[in-house]
């Protein structure tokens, strides 16, 4: 790769691990077998290949016991996004959550890949970190942190060693994940990708790390017993100045199109293609030589007791909904559990009044809520809605179909990237982590992404390349 991608990233990531070993203190208990300190390679190989089992860990529209999740397709073809929540991610009240945003011909294939692998890979870099401490009092599995004064003595408190920890793990499990997309032989991510926006609760803090326009936000009570929202992340578009400055200096070019004036765009700098509209991102490996890069920006933030909950959401509700607007949705919603499915409605109502000549993006949202609690069985009863009739909650997992949703609801589809006399061009190959059946865009098909559409896609052509790519 160019020398942007490395000049670019402020840490020392080693490429030399793709996560395989896991580390039975920071693992959930059913990870391991009674001899925990023999935990094999071999046995993580077969505890990846039955992710769907393990319990508490949810991706598809439901619920679990601290937050509600819910994704829905638009009308621009195949649901490309992804989400999960993943309780028990690590013993001392830890919380895995995530919304991945797809794009390009198999976006909703690298979307629901990096759902699987990112989290596994986080865990493995954490415990990779853990193990160099050498029994040091220094964790990033334990609980809430507190420095005292003695801390400070070895050259910084022992929050700033637990932040280190977090930011080395999350930058290099960013890394192995792109890494690994580059290698796999199955998944062409060559002009496909998909934003990612991760968020680990341990007690009362956050880590947190993003690429793309996926945002997280917070939330909150003020003095005056009021909701307002606060933003945990930022969105990183190619106008950023330091996201600009860097994609000039490696020869890509940011740029809007005429009809969109408002959504800048990263372009290669022999041809007008593809016209991403983010600054980082899993994939994309045409652009990664021209300044797109894949390091996470990470940050940490401190709960307080005034802070309610948390929201994940792709950008198909960020373009309509304002920070404020969801806040003020989850907060009114009846039930806690419905909070992300009626955030999902609110976008697709706003997209047909402000924008009614364009195709509604899909939507993925994630609602943790922060107190630890769900709707029990009675708020259902309330609303007249048996138990029989909410979606099952088993292990948090249900068999995906194959757009990598549960009986997802979704929108009159009118495809963008496919037209019905391209639909043979369609196969479907069994490529998900855990045996589903994928679409898969026939290799002759031709594919635009601003075919019939007058609002923002997240790439807008293909690049034309000759037979033979550049080698990297």
């Known amino acids: 790769m160019g020398g942007c991608f490395s000049t670019s990233s402020q840490s020392s990531c080693s490429s030399t691990s793709n996560g395989e070993i896991i580390s039975p203190s920071c693992l959930p208990l059913r990870f391991f077998s009674r001899n925990r300190n023999r935990k094999t390679y071999s046995d993580h190989v077969t505890t990846l290949q039955h992710l769907s089992s393990i319990p ?34 690590m013993p001392e009240d830890v919380t895995f959550c995530g919304v991945f945003d797809g794009h390009g011909p198999h976006g909703h294939l690298v979307a629901r890949k ?23 009092s220094t964790s990033c599995c334990s609980g ?40 796999h032989p199955n998944l062409d991510s060559f002009c496909s990708g998909s934003t990612a926006v991760t968020i680990v609760k341990q007690g009362s803090n956050l880590y947190m790390g993003n690429i793309g326009d996926s945002r997280a936000i917070l939330g909150s009570m003020d003095s005056n017993n009021s909701m307002v929202a606060t933003q945990l992340t930022v969105d990183l578009k190619p106008d950023l100045p330091r996201e600009a400055e860097r994609i000039k200096r490696c020869r890509g070019r940011v740029f809007a199109l005429q ?6 765009r990263v372009w290669l700098p022999f041809d007008d293609a593809p016209g991403l509209a983010m600054a980082r991102a899993f994939g994309d490996f045409c652009l990664k030589e021209y300044g797109v890069i894949s390091i996470p920006e990470f940050s940490h933030w401190s709960l307080t007791e005034r802070d309610k909950f948390i ?20 907060s009114f919603a009846p039930t806690r559990s419905s909070a992300a499915r009626l955030l999902v409605e609110a976008a697709a109502r706003e997209w047909k009044t402000k924008y009614p000549t364009s195709k509604i993006d899909d939507c993925a949202v994630v609602c943790l809520f922060l107190d630890g609690k769900i709707d029990s069985e009675s708020d259902y009863e309330e609303q007249g809605l048996s138990s029989a009739t909410l979606p099952s909650n088993h292990c948090g997992n249900a068999a995906e179909s194959d757009d990598g949703q549960n009986s997802e609801p979704s929108l009159q589809r009118n495809f963008t990237v496919r037209s019905s006399e391209e639909s043979d061009h369609y196969k479907q190959t069994p490529t998900g982590e855990n045996g589903e059946t994928e679409a898969v865009v026939g290799e002759e098909q031709s594919w ?19 037979e033979e790519r550049p080698k990297t």
């Not at 860990?57 to 397709?73: D, I, L």
């Not at 910084?156 to 890494?179: I, P, Q, T």
């Open 259 to 264: 009809d969109e004036p408002e959504v800048p």
């Open 144 to 183: 809430n942190h507190k420095s005292d004064g003695g801390d400070r003595e070895q050259g910084g408190s022992k929050d700033d060693k637990v932040d280190l920890l977090w930011r080395e793990a999350f930058l290099k499990s960013y890394k192995a994940m792109d890494k690994e997309l580059r290698s």
């Open 56 to 89: 508490n860990r949810r991706f598809t529209n439901g619920k679990s016991r601290t937050s509600c999740v819910f994704t829905q397709q638009g009308r621009k073809g195949i649901n490309q996004d992804a989400m999960i929540v993943w309780e028990d991610f």
């Open 448 to 466: 635009s992404g601003l075919e019939g559409v007058t609002r923002v896609n997240s790439l807008v052509q293909l690049p034309r390349f000759p």
């Open 114 to 136: 990096v759902r699987e692998a990112l989290p596994v890979k986080l865990l493995s870099f954490l415990n990779s970190s853990e193990l160099k401490q050498n029994g040091s």
């Open 311 to 330: 929201v994940l959401a792709s950008d198909g509700v960020w373009d309509v909904l304002s920070n404020d607007d969801v806040v003020k949705t989850v």
